[in-house]
């Protein structure tokens, strides 16, 4: 790597809190409902669970290979070609990821604010405004990353506690759930909860430029402590305004919720806009983060000293895949099983790498 | 771009490169060049402010000009026919301070809004006859009332209640009501106090929400509810009076979607001490021993607690119930307060009314296979076992909810009696 190696342990949990908050928190709490009903809380705090297998898998990688990113510690782990085949098979998964996380966005803002504004000219405008951005190096990208996450936490987490004045405890019992869901619709939602985690995969190209490659892990645990709190809270508020039964009724609870909520004193009277405007930003950087991974990653395979060309260039491949989906039902069939398909490559394929490179004793030169 | 340096054909690359990005960044400005695709100015826009839903015969489809269908056609839903009202506000007309326009009683509140109403089979059935006769596009972010007619309301609201969830721009913090009689009147309605409407309407509701008239309860609420396994909804009761004010008449309360029976107003005080919810509004007549010995008390606070266990195989709730009250008047001289053992005697007397006032709401609601209280919820919650095996559906809670049992411990305490000795 010819970048100095700057990100520091925060900015690297930074990077992961904000591309882990993202277009999914608004129909989060519809999943976990129709995982658990009342137990959603408890079933996303095990997605939590599940998504941090790949964190660490990911940060045990990287500390074991403290200077190549995935694709270049594949290649050393299990041969050049089945470790390119691995790596086009990340690139191409993130590649949909960020397609479909634009479409996602696409479909809420035609739906709850710019009604007439076509969704090809939304989604275009923010794969752009991810594109440019992609043209920055990883310092950048820890950079843009560490300056937005306080901005989205903080009023998210304005919102799901004001939300809270409403709640009734009630809701959230018993938090096992009532039973009514088999273990394949928990399991499924588990699954498809844990996959909204999964951009987080990104981790695995910011360790080589992290200034110390072994608090990678430490690094992944805070990010995943307070993403996860986060997502849970919001859940955990949602179910108990709303009741389960309720949230079946609703696409996207979490924008309901803001609806529902108003600050003291009737300031704002409903505060959804002034959760979308945060959310856009979740959105951007979640875009970002699959977008960068994308670029960067498709660079090292193809030995290019520079990324930035590629951005561009992946531009109308993005766009075309983000249009693919037929209606707003399809695309919501399409992210779970992309989703819960995805967790073979952010889950199954970072174990494989592990496990391989244990047994050939493999290892990254230390630095 | 550029630290590298090279020969001429790099320099040619440079140069390709350099209007290819031009090229780029003069695309990527396109969007913006466009403007607002929703720019919608405030002039062009019909806000709403007040929906009212009658019944209506099914014989006035006639009147229906074949807007969303053709008559005859296989595509007309049938069924039941609606009337629907709207108070569009009128732009400019609404003052916006107490100074402002000169406001001058009833005339002005009648030209603020301006009230509409058409005939359909369903919500946007009739929304999109009476959009083709107005030119400002229909906006229902400012939705502030929606009346329902009792009539309509027994029918259910189903279709009501999808289209107000399916629509993007309403708040869930509107107010829902049921109305005796037609639901136009009050959108007709030109009350003195407030110059627009509708805005009367919604402020009689919250400041009998401050007042503790009424349990808080938007429509958002009112759809939480009506969607719980083990719990039914319901929406204030309301009828207009000659001096066009509407008065709080009861609760009317749900099935799903449909209206099974409504309350009485002192009831609502009966629900809210079973609920155990502050603030409270009511008072209620003690009598201690003949009728000139009657005293009248306001309750102050109050707290309940609901347990349940199963007993024979039912469900069985312990209601604690704690109220504080004060003192506020009494019926003539015969009684006279000034001892505190006498205060204890109404508060005696006072548990004994409201254990028959609850025991009778209770069992009305029984009779409606109607719970308002939520008890199905507490089953749900605390019992989960029992209810994977005996309940698990809303149908099958409202089938139990009238056999189950539900014992009231009532404790109230008299603390104050106003600023007179005895």
Partial sequence: MAEARQITTIQAAAILISTIIGVGVLPLPLFAVHAAESGAPFITFISALVAMASLVLVSVLGMRFPSQTIGQYSETIIGKWPGRIGSIMVIAFFAILTSLAAREFGEVVITAVLPRTPLEVTVTVMLLLAAISTRNNITTFAYIHFFYFPLLLGPALLITVLALKNADTINLLPIWGNGNIGIKGTIDGILTIASLFQSAFVLAIVIPSMRRPNRALRASIWGMVISGGLYVTIVLATVSVFGSEEIKNLLWPTLELAKATSLPANVLERLDAAFLAVWVTAVFTTLFSTYFFTVTELGNLFHLKDHKMLSFFLLPIVFLVAMLPQNILQMYEVIRNIGQMGLIITIGYPAFLLIIAWVRGKRGDRT | ?422
């Avoid at chain 2, 550029?2 to 990005?21: H, V």
């Avoid at chain 2, 024979?312 to 019926?331: A, M, Q, R, S």
């Avoid at chain 2, 053992?341 to 209770?362: D, F, H, M, P, T």
């Fill in chain 2, 1 to 422: 771009m550029g630290a590298r340096e090279a020969g001429g054909s790099d320099l040619n690359a440079r140069a390709w490169c350099k209007s290819a990005l031009a090229l780029i960044a003069l695309l990527s400005s396109v969007p913006l060049l466009t403007g607002c695709w929703d720019r919608l100015e405030i002039e062009d826009r019909a806000v709403v402010l007040g929906i009212s839903v009658d019944a209506i015969d099914p014989s006035e489809a006639e009147k229906e000009d074949e807007i969303t269908h053709l008559r005859g056609s296989y595509l007309e839903p049938g069924g039941s026919m609606i009337r629907l009202g709207v108070q569009i506000a009128v732009p400019g007309r609404i003052p916006l301070g107490p100074g402002e326009g000169g406001g001058s009683g009833q005339g002005s509140s009648k030209r603020t809004v301006w009230v509409m109403d058409v005939p359909g089979y369903t919500i946007d059935d009739a929304l999109m006859n009476l959009q083709q006769q107005l030119s400002g596009q229909l906006f229902f972010g400012h939705l502030r009332v929606i009346v329902v007619s009792e009539s309509l309301a027994r029918k259910g609201i189903q279709n009501l209640n999808d289209y107000l969830r399916r629509n993007s721009q309403l708040r869930r913090m509107a107010w829902m009501m049921v109305t005796k009689g037609k639901a136009l009147d009050l959108m007709k309605s030109a009350p003195e106090l407030e110059r627009v409407p509708t805005l009367y309407l919604m402020s009689t509701m919250d400041s009998a929400v401050r007042m503790g008239k009424f349990p808080t309860n938007y429509v958002g609420m009112y759809w939480s509810r009506a969607s719980k396994k083990g719990q039914e909804g319901f929406l204030p009761y309301v009828e207009m009076k000659k001096e066009q004010n509407i008065e709080l008449k009861g609760m009317a309360y749900f099935k799903k979607d449909r209206m099974v029976g409504v309350t009485k107003p002192f009831e609502i005080a009966t629900y809210m001490v079973i609920k155990g919810l502050n603030p409270a509004g009511y008072r209620a007549f003690v009598r201690l021993g003949n009728p000139e010995r009657t005293v009248m008390v306001y309750a102050t606070s109050r707290k309940s607690k609901i347990n349940v266990d199963i007993r024979n195989g039912l469900p069985h709730f312990d209601v604690n119930i704690f109220t504080e009250l004060n003192l506020e008047e009494k019926v003539s001289n015969e009684l006279t307060v000034n001892r505190s053992s006498l205060l204890r005697e109404v508060g005696k007397q006072n548990e004994k009314a409201l254990l028959s006032s609850v025991e009778s709401l209770i069992e009305q609601t029984k009779q409606a296979h109607s719970d308002i209280f939520g008890f199905g919820e507490y089953v749900r919650a605390m019992k989960p076992g029992y209810w994977r095996t005996h309940v698990k559906s809303k149908e099958a809670w409202q089938e139990m909810y009238p056999r189950i049992t539900v014992d009231f411990h009532i404790h109230s305490r008299i603390r104050r009696i106003g600023m007179k000795a005895r």
